[in-house]
C-alpha cells in the first residue's frame, strides 16, 4: 500500500492523515498496531500497511485527574485499552466520558482525530496528531 517504514513515526504521519494502520505480516498474518519492523511471532521482515476500521470495544480504562505536562486542561480524562475489531488492543484517550459511571467494559467506540496541540514552554516532544477514540453511535 505505502512505501513508508514500519516506525512509530510512519504511523504518526498516517494519523496525521486521518488514518489509522496497522503493520500486518506477510509470512504469519500478524497485526501490529503500533507497527513494528520485525513480527515478533514469527521474526520476518515482510511486511505490509493495512489500514483498520478503527472500531471496537472497551477492555479496561482508568480516568485520569492529574494529567500529564501535554494533556493539562483536559483532566479528567478517560484513557482505555481498546480491543480493535480487527484484533490488537491499543490504549487511547475517550473523549466525553470524564465520569466513570458513563463508561463500560464493551462499550462500542471507534477512532477520530486531532491536531497537535502547542507544547508548553520548555518542553520538546514530538508534535505528532492524535487518534482518540469516541463512543460509537452504532454497533
Known sequence: ?????????SFYKFVGERKLMGARCRKCGNLMVPPRPVCPKCYSRDMEWVELSGKGIVESFTIIHVPTVLLKGR???T???VKLDEGPRIPGIVVGVQDPNRIKIG???EVDFEEAGELPPGITWPTWPRYIFVRSSHG
Open 1 to 9: 500500500m505505502e512505501d513508508r517504514e514500519f516506525t512509530i513515526e
Open 107 to 109: 462499550d462500542r467506540v
Open 79 to 81: 484513557v482505555a485499552v
Open 75 to 77: 483532566e479528567p480524562y
